[in-house]
C-alpha cells in the first residue's frame, strides 16, 4: 500500500463520515490521519509505508509543486536549489511561496525522488480521449471489507467542463473552480463525474497500460 492509497483511502472515510451525518472536524481529521500513518509505519513493511512528506500538502499545493518543479526543469535548474535561492535572498517564490511560510527547510530536505514519484501522476491533468479507471464508490456505498468492496472499472474520458461559484470574501469576490468529467464506460454507458480534481480524486486513477 503506497503513502498516496493511504491518503485516498483516509479522504474516502472523511466523506464517508460526513454523509453519514458525522462530519470530522479539521483538528479530528489531522488526528486520526497522524495516527493511522504512525501504525502504518511501525508495521513489518516500513519502507513502502513511510510518511511521505508530500502528504501533508493539499491537492492544490501539489498541483502548484509540480508545476514549479517542471517549470525548473525546463531551464535545466534544480528546485529545490532555485527555492533556496529565493529564500536566501528573500525574494517571493510564487505559487509556492507556503512551502517557505508553513514547511520551511527541514520540511524541503525530507523531500525525495521516490516521494515525487508517488504523486506524479495526481499533478497530470486529464484531457479527451484520457483511459482511467473509476471507482464504484462514486455511485455506491462501498467498504474495504465486507460484501460491498470496492471496484475499478476502465472508461475513456470523452469530455471535460469547468464551472465557476463566486466565493463572498471581505469585500472581495472571488471564484470557486471545479472540473467535471464525463467518461464512457467499455459497455457504452456514460458517467459524469462532479469535482474530479477537487473532491473525487480518490475515486479514480489512471489506467496502466
Known amino acids: 500500500m503506497t503513502q498516496a492509497e493511504i491518503e485516498a ?3 474516502t472515510a472523511f466523506r464517508q463520515c460526513e454523509t453519514a451525518g458525522y462530519s470530522l472536524s479539521e483538528n479530528q481529521q489531522q ?16 519502507p513502502s ?14 498541483q502548484a509543486l509540480f508545476q514549479f518543479i517542471k517549470a525548473q526543469e525546463q531551464q535545466n ?10 529564500w536566501l535572498h528573500d525574494r517571493a517564490s510564487g505559487n509556492v511561496q507556503f512551502i517557505r511560510d508553513a514547511y520551511g527547510l527541514q520540511w524541503l ?9 508517488d504523486y506524479e501522476e495526481e499533478s497530470l491533468r486529464l484531457k479527451v480521449g484520457d483511459r482511467i479507471k473509476l ?29 465557476h461559484s463566486p466565493l463572498s470574501g ?8 471545479s472540473t467535471h468529467c464525463t467518461v464512457r464506460f ?21 489506467a496502466k497500460g
Do not use: H, M
Request: aromatic share 10%.
Open 9 to 11: 483511502a483516509l479522504q
Open 31 to 46: 488526528i486520526l490521519s497522524a495516527v493511522l500513518k504512525e501504525r502504518l509505519c511501525d508495521s513489518s513493511n516500513p
Open 49 to 62: 509505508l513511510e510518511v511521505n512528506p508530500l502528504a501533508a500538502l493539499a491537492p492544490e499545493q501539489r
Open 77 to 86: 535548474q534544480s528546485w529545490k536549489v532555485a527555492l533556496l535561492n529565493d
Open 109 to 117: 530536505e525530507t523531500v525525495t525522488s521516490a516521494n515525487l514519484a
Open 135 to 163: 471507482s464504484n464508490g462514486l455511485w455506491e456505498w462501498v467498504q474495504d471489507t465486507g460484501p460491498c468492496s470496492r471496484e475499478w472499472f476502465s472508461g475513456v474520458v470523452i469530455g471535460i467542463t469547468e464551472t
Open 170 to 177: 471581505d469585500n472581495l469576490v472571488e471564484s470557486q473552480v
Open 186 to 206: 467499455e459497455n457504452g454507458s456514460e458517467y459524469e463525474i462532479q469535482g474530479i480534481y477537487e473532491w473525487n480524486r480518490p475515486n479514480w486513477r489512471w
